[in-house]
């Protein structure tokens, strides 16, 4: 009864061809087809942000798309924002900063905002909590997370 | 929360896109940004047999000014936000789009799609109504121009046939001495209104106001449009008391629903406020 | 220790745990994937309370992919009302009826999200198909939602074999509140309203059960905080050997105290499943589904007064209330008795007088959400003194001064018993000091002025401040196995789990401060019970206090047991030697060190004889229990800036000062706060579930119930004071739920104040707050 397309998919930089049912949210898709279980699933209806990944550079919400869009697309997750051993300097301020408890949230986290710092590299805290506030985050009361961001920036600037 | 079995189409050309439409009519949807149609099938409160896939349609995709402002209907939020001629000349967009949602959902949501999503609370189809945008709908077999005031009939709900398409909005620029502003009050940032408000003024050359627009969000079925409050203004200056006259001219005409974080008489009361403080804003910007 | 070992304890160590959560190498429950794998989804009740007249799964069945379907009646004697898990405190007169949840409703259900049944099929999605397939058939009663109603005689019964709603009635009581009462000079009386929300943590609940037939093994994988009482029950309930079950709690998202509830049914059902099928079985819940079938903490209601000489010193209070329990009770009185015991807060409060009856309510179940019934009590004595304030025309800070128990005073028995069994006493404490920090941090002297001059320019401040106390690290025991490996690094397990709060480094910094190595050198695992058996689980703000001293413990034998093998092996005193960098040298003569591998590998050698009384290996498992709670307390202090037409507020500052005791990591003793503090504005001001009369949650979504955003929560200020807990070699008490605690009462005595509202007659005497709420309250005050 299902119906099935074949995509082609490039995913943090590696091209993959999959079979998909048309009703595979892309969330699924990247966890459970391409065992990228880093992005995280957190409501499934667009709110918390924990799914976040870069669709063509920006960040989406991987649950509030079908895998069979992706055809074609280039996708990046959170497994492929180190360059091998060395973290992306976002992921290393988190790390400096306290800036994840569970960790949960932590993946769209730095979806979300490595792009932001990346179009935007002089923010202030008030523009860091405002691109922030699409991503929930119930342990850390985002306070040390603002902080690694701004600290991420500025490293990044120099 | 997954998805019920759907049919996927993927339209490649107008064409094909408004041939699909017209097979399956009313049991399919256009998939565009899919930012609200998404949940509410992983809700399963949408089970549409069929998903016509537009997001490859770059021609509906795309911002054009040339004495009007051409919006495809495929037009990303995030290229609203980005475009420098919305901000000079339709700068009441630029204020509006902070208040939809978060950059994840801008940079895949679509003008096109909200407005024919038709939410009642949501920002850009009050914006529409105040800018008295003309909303181009295209079918297999014929197309049509409607006022955006003609467009939005109920909640959810619009003038669009079963085998037709919103495919461009056309905006018309405000006349010389114009002022605008949107306002609105929400429980958190992005979240829908509780009540917002899209104020538009124009100044004569004698200092009094010759054209004025007052719109709403969240506060009635449809996108409000105030027209004996926005009419009250016209021919004098807008001064502390006409701003006042008309704001409870405006509070008189509302009868807001509430939700479930408002009632009707706070959302009433809010829309008031920021009546009165939208339009001393936008008449200070003409 | 010598000055060559680095003290790690007291430092802002980064954590260990850091680097897979950040890269997404950590496993969740939801990332397992196991060959042959099944995927569950539960029918649950749409309808508060009725009769279950039948759960037709046949057409689900038929279903293509789904391969089973089960309800109440397929489970045979698997069917058993679940376990009591914390049972009633012994207080003299205490009534409690038991009625505790089966994992499918059988004959009537009592919540909306009750589940009916239970589809295994080839998908989650396929499985969600099938539960359309099922047809249900239930003859409505009336919903029983509000709390006085639902004591009236005539009331619908929540549970028909009881003559009420009473789930249980308790007094306890210290002094004479009638006589406290009549040499008073002021009386104020009033009521309170105190709703709690839901813990909503980022990753929702989840189970993988495997059961391995030709093994005889179950292993289930669950989003538990704790994972040795599941492992236990689950043993019995499946009539298995303990060593037969193996329960692990990954990494897990967020807990925040609904994540130790005992049993959830889908931690029954899905291991059956699989014992019937032989197939590795996956459930995770969905956001809808978190907001009804995990539990709740919900709502009070206080009949309060308190009795004050004219000076304002408290001479008594008495408090009768009613407290939501929920369908069914099986986590006990916690959470009342903790509203019950923490409205004495730092107080001297002389004549108490408390009363409480939980009540029975056709709504999701009530067990502890961070502050576990703390919030509902704080709330009540800070709103009382703040009234009390206004009338007596005392400054807010200054009467909360006069009654703060002095620092001579501890220990400090209030003369009730407390959650753990044990009385009511406050460990240690100096109060005023962390009151006298949080005024300065906070800039109330200078404020009355700051808020005049604001006014002037149209802007309406208002200040608060609040106290509170936080009885943690309670019983009964935790334990810690501590070893050093031949590779040099060490290796801690503990029984207790792990969802954030940085286990895998305070418990390193521990055991690396004792056997002198980094702590990056130390793998802790917390949360699967083949790795260490014994244990309770982290709840109550104890991880750090009961585990943190077991591992401390264990650590301080392990160093023993390092010097005397080390001096066996240099043929020296232990005194003459030191532990640091991962090896044992000789005081003052360099060269001459033994690397801990190479102890770790002597400690268990290939040839030779261990000596009788001796245990090979440099490892030590050792357990700490202590007599009481340790009690932690603070002060928080907010300004905000409230929009005196919206109604809408934005915070200026935010101030904690706070006492845990001796910290172990204050960065991460910061990040327990702040979050605390994040979700206890939640409470306060946005997050609401909004029942209607027939018990349908009408805002089941993140969309609806709202989660503070980094939009809504401040930059918040955080100083210490330090008053060790006597109570353990450490001297730490917990810090978990302190944030969260008195942000409630903070934010009504800021609002009040800002907006003047006590001159107008109207007083906020309940929570959550909303600008709609605030809007409500003054129109209708006129």
């Known amino acids: 009864m299902t119906d099935s397309h074949t995509i082609a998919v490039t995913v943090n930089g590696v091209r993959t061809e999959k079979s998909v049912e048309p009703r595979l949210l892309l969330s699924d898709f990247i966890r459970h087809e391409l065992m990228l279980a880093g992005t995280h699933v957190g409501c499934e209806h667009g709110v918390c942000g924990a799914c976040t990944i870069l669709f063509d550079g920006f960040p989406t919400r991987s649950c509030l798309m079908f895998a069979v869009q992706a055809d074609g697309h280039e996708i990046a997750t959170v497994e492929g924002l180190s360059k091998g051993e060395t973290l992306h300097p976002l992921q290393q301020a988190m790390h400096d900063s306290h800036g994840l408890q569970c960790g949960y949230c932590t993946p769209g986290i730095l979806m979300t905002m490595s792009a932001f710092l990346d179009s935007n590299p002089s923010p202030d805290e008030h523009a860091v909590r405002e691109a922030l506030s699409g991503n929930l985050c119930r342990c850390t009361g985002y306070q040390h997370i603002v902080d690694a961001v701004l600290l991420a920036a500025e490293r990044m600037r120099t | ?76 939020y995030r290229m609203l936000e980005a475009d420098a001629g919305i901000g000079e000349r339709l700068r009441i967009i630029h204020e509006a789009l902070p208040h939809i949602a978060h950059p994840q959902i801008r940079n895949r949501g679509t003008l096109g799609g909200n407005l024919s999503h038709a939410d009642p609370a949501s920002e850009m189809p009050a914006i529409m109504l105040a800018l008295n945008a003309t909303l181009y709908l295209r079918s297999a077999k014929a197309a049509r121009q409607i006022a955006a005031r003609d467009f939005f009939v109920g909640a959810l709900e619009t003038v669009i046939a079963p085998d037709e398409m919103l495919t461009e909005i056309v905006v018309p620029h405000l006349p010389a001495n114009s002022g605008a502003c949107f306002m609105e009050v929400a429980r958190r940032q992005g979240d829908f209104a509780i009540a917002g408000i899209a104020a538009i003024v124009t100044r004569g050359a004698d200092g009094t106001c010759t054209r004025a627009r007052l719109t709403y969000c969240g506060v009635a079925q449809t996108p409000f449009y105030a027209d004996d409050a926005a009419q009250s203004l016209i021919g004098g200056p807008v001064t502390p008391a006409a701003i006042k006259q008309a704001a409870a001219l405006a509070m008189e005409a509302l009868d807001p629903p509430g939700n479930s974080h408002a009632d009707p008489s706070y959302q009433r009361h809010v829309a008031g406020v920021l009546t009165r403080r939208a339009l001393a804003t936008a008449w200070a910007r003409t | 220790m010598s000055s060559r070992e680095t003290r790690n304890f007291g430092a802002p160590i980064r954590r260990n745990e850091d680097r897979k959560l950040l890269t997404g190498k950590a496993l969740f429950v939801d990332d397992l994937e196991i060959p042959g794998m099944l995927y569950a989804a539960l029918l649950r009740s749409s309808v508060a309370h009725g009769e279950l007249i039948s759960v037709d799964v046949s057409a689900a069945l038929a279903r293509e992919g789904v391969v089973a379907a089960y309800t109440a009646h397929d489970l045979g004697d698997f069917w058993q009302p679940g376990p009591l898990l914390v049972p009633p405190p012994p207080i003299e007169g205490v009534i409690f009826n ?27 999605y396929i499985a ?133 509830m005992m049993f959830y049914p889908e931690e029954l059902l899905v291991p059956w499943a699989s014992t019937r099928l032989n197939r590795p079985i996956k459930w995770i819940e969905d956001r809808l589904e978190h907001f009804v079938a995990t539990t709740h903490e919900r709502g009070q209601i206080h009949d309060a007064q308190i009795a004050l000489d004219a000076e304002g010193r408290i001479l008594g209070v008495k408090d009768v209330f009613l407290h939501d329990t929920g369908a069914y009770d099986p986590y006990g009185l916690t959470v009342p008795i903790n509203s019950q015991c923490t409205l004495l807060g730092p107080y001297v409060i002389p004549a108490y007088d408390s009363t409480f009856t939980a009540v029975f309510t056709t709504l999701p179940i009530v067990t502890p959400y961070r502050g576990a019934g703390r919030q509902h009590g704080v709330f009540v004595i800070e709103r009382l003194l703040d009234i009390a304030a206004h009338e007596l025309k005392i400054d807010p800070a200054e009467i909360r001064r006069r009654n703060l128990i002095p620092p001579d005073a501890f220990p400090y028995d209030n003369k009730i018993i407390y959650q753990d069994f044990a009385p009511l006493s406050y460990d240690s404490g100096n109060y005023e000091p962390i009151l006298n920090k949080a005024l300065d941090a906070i800039g109330y002297a200078g404020f009355k002025d700051e808020q005049k001059k604001a006014l002037s320019e149209g802007k309406h401040l208002g200040i608060a401040i609040a106290n509170y106390v936080e009885g943690t690290g309670i019983g009964p025991y935790e334990g810690a196995r501590v070893q050093v490996q031949a590779n040099g690094r060490v ?73 005397k093998l080390a001096a066996d092996h240099f043929e020296c005193a232990e005194e003459d030697l030191e532990l640091g960098n991962g090896e044992v040298q000789i005081v003052g003569v360099p060269g001459r060190s033994v690397r801990l591998s190479e102890l770790a590998m002597k400690a268990n050698p ?142 009504a005595q800021a609002i009040e104040d800002a907006l003047g509202l006590k001159a107008k007659g109207i007083e906020l005497l309940e929570i959550p707050l909303s600008p709609g709420r605030l809007w409500q309250l003054i129109t209708q005050a006129g």
């Open chain 3, 606 to 747: 290939m040839r030779g004889a261990v000596k009788p009384g001796t245990e090979p290996g440099l490892e030590s498992t050792q357990y700490f229990g202590p007599p009481g709670g340790a009690t932690a307390s603070g002060v928080h202090a907010m300004i905000i800036e409230v929009d005196p037409e919206l109604l809408t507020l934005e915070i200026k500052k935010y101030v904690v000062v706070h006492d845990c005791g001796t910290v172990i990591n204050p960065l991460i003793l910061a990040g327990q706060i702040h979050g605390g503090v994040a979700q206890g504005i939640g409470n306060a001001f946005y997050e609401k579930l909004l029942f209607d009369d027939a018990g349908q949650l009408l805002n089941a979504s993140l969309a609806d119930y709202l989660l503070p955003t980094s939009l809504d929560v401040p930059r918040m200020q955080l100083e210490h004071t330090v008053t060790p807990s006597p109570l353990n070699p450490l001297g730490i008490k917990g810090a978990g739920e302190a944030g969260a605690i008195p942000v409630g009462p903070l934010f």
């Open chain 3, 128 to 260: 969600e198909d099938a539960l359309a397939d099922i047809a249900v058939e239930i003859e409505q009663l009336p919903a029983v939602v509000d709390l006085e109603a639902a004591l009236k005689p005539g009331a619908a019964l929540v549970h028909d074999d009881l003559r009420s709603n009473v789930s249980a009635h308790v007094r306890q009581k210290n002094g004479d509140y009638a006589a406290a009462a009549a040499k008073a000079a002021h009386i104020i009386k009033r009521r309170f309203a105190y709703e709690h929300g839901i813990s909503s943590p980022m990753e929702t609940r989840g189970v993988v059960a495997q059961w391995d037939e030709r093994a005889g093994q179950l292993t289930v994988w669950d989003t538990t905080q704790a994972p040795v009482f599941l492992r236990n029950g689950l043993a019995a309930v499946f009539g298995l050997s303990e060593r037969q079950v193996r329960v692990v709690a990954p990494f897990v998202g967020g807990g925040f105290g609904p994540k130790i």
């Open chain 3, 98 to 124: 038991l009625r505790t949840h089966a994992c499918l409703a059988k004959d009537k259900v009592r919540y909306v999200g009750e589940p009916l049944a239970i589809v295994i099929a080839e998908s989650r």
């Open chain 2, 1 to 76: 929360m997954k998805p019920a079995p759907f049919k996927y189409v993927i339209a490649r050309t107008l064409d094909e896109a408004l041939a699909a439409k017209a097979e399956y009519g009313d049991e399919a949807r256009f998939l565009a940004g899919g930012q609200s149609l998404v949940p509410t099938m992983n809700f399963r409160m949408a089970m549409p047999a069929v998903l016509i896939d537009i997001n490859p349609l770059t021609e509906l995709s795309g911002i054009k000014a040339n004495g009007v402002t051409r919006i495809g209907a495929m037009t990303r």
């Open chain 3, 491 to 563: 290796s801690v397990a503990t029984g207790i789990g792990t969802q954030g709060q940085g286990h895998f480094t305070v418990f390193a910094q521990i055991v690396a401060d004792q056997v002198g190595c980094l702590v990056t050198d130390v793998d802790v695992v917390t949360g699967d019970t083949d790795r260490f058996h014994w244990g309770a689980g982290t709840f109550a703000s104890r991880g750090a206090v009961v585990a943190g001293n077991a591992v401390n413990e264990a650590a301080l034998v392990v160093r023993q047991k390092i010097l």
